[in-house]
């Protein structure tokens, strides 16, 4: 039995994620997806649509037309920061590839190791980032590009050392490549550390998650890409720590190659469905005042 087979065996509503994935048309996925919110919204309230001239209907218009939508207004200051990098500092982390290695910051990190991650429930005490996950205008923008309440599927934080990559090794990540976690879904990316060219900037063909091109499973080359799309779709978001972003990554994406440096990241995954292979375990931490059980459920109880 493949591995398929067997996640979906343990958990049948992965049928669901595996199957979508196979879906690469534009069109069918805006139509399956407009289904799937018509069944959420029969569950929920239907969303009200973000108020004229609001920051929530700004973010709409922007990943309607390019898929990105940069937060200015939503930056987090130096020291929340702080108190954030403090809280995580205290957690052990992971290897990115699934090897079971535990790794220390302040014990150090070996110089052979360039890509680590904290470990999704450690995250979730983390009050900042999920005061940032579930601020009123980014789930009322998400909800209104999903067409009905979002669930929290998953959220991430990750460190890529670019100055243990000194022989420039490519990761997935690091290829243009789209994401296939849902029929429509949204993420937000926060930048934890100063992000330049050198140290994984992130990098997003603007306009791209409404085309059909290069819709195949897998990378996509870099000379395709430059050859379908204008430089000024190229958008690399640099940015200081506390810089914050929602993108639309069925989009195509990738980190630029980091050989300098080191960038941490935090990312949360709004889908329809709640279901995903890579997301968090049984919820063990209360749902905190003010959060929407449904809209959390994944991740607190």
């Not at 996925?29 to 609001?54: D, E, F, H, Y």
């Not at 699934?98 to 005490?125: C, M, N, W």
């Not at 996509?220 to 993108?247: H, M, Q």
Request: glycine fraction near 6%; include cysteine; aromatic fraction near 10%.
């Amino acid at each position: 039995m493949s591995i398929v087979l067997k996640r979906i065996a343990k958990e049948p509503s992965l049928a669901y994620y595996y199957g979508q994935k196979g879906l690469r048309s534009v069109p069918a996925r805006k139509l399956l997806s407009a289904g799937v919110a018509t069944w959420v919204n029969a569950r929920t309230a239907t969303p009200a649509q973000p108020a004229p001239g609001s920051v929530a209907q700004r973010l709409v218009q922007d990943l309607e037309v390019t898929g990105f939508a940069a937060m200015p207004d939503k930056q987090l200051d130096a020291a929340t920061l702080a108190r954030v990098r403090e809280q995580l500092a205290a957690y052990p982390l992971y290897d990115y590839y699934g090897s079971g290695k535990t790794y220390s910051l302040a014990q150090g990190i070996p110089a052979d190791v360039i890509k680590i991650r904290h470990e999704s429930a450690d995250l979730f005490s983390c009050k900042p980032l999920m005061d940032l996950a579930n601020d009123p205008d980014i789930l009322a923008a998400v909800a209104a590009r999903l067409g009905a309440k979002p669930t929290i599927a998953s959220a991430e934080a990750w460190w890529t050392f670019g100055e243990h990559n000194q022989n420039a090794s490519h990761a997935f990540d690091d290829i243009y490549h789209r994401d296939v976690d849902d029929l429509r879904f949204v993420k937000l990316f926060l930048y934890l550390t100063d992000t330049d060219l050198h140290s994984g900037a992130h990098r997003f063909v603007l306009g791209s998650h409404n085309d059909d091109r290069f819709t195949r499973r897998g990378a996509i080359n870099d000379a395709d890409v430059d050859g379908a799309y204008a430089p000024d779709k190229l958008l690399t978001v640099t940015g200081t720590a506390g810089t914050s972003f929602l993108e639309e990554t069925w989009g195509i994406h990738r980190a630029l190659l980091a050989t300098q440096g080191r960038r941490l990241i935090f990312s949360v995954l709004y889908t329809l469905a709640a279901t995903v292979p890579f997301g968090p375990g049984k919820p063990a931490l209360p749902l905190p005042p003010g959060y929407d059980s449904y809209v959390n459920r994944r991740l607190f109880r």
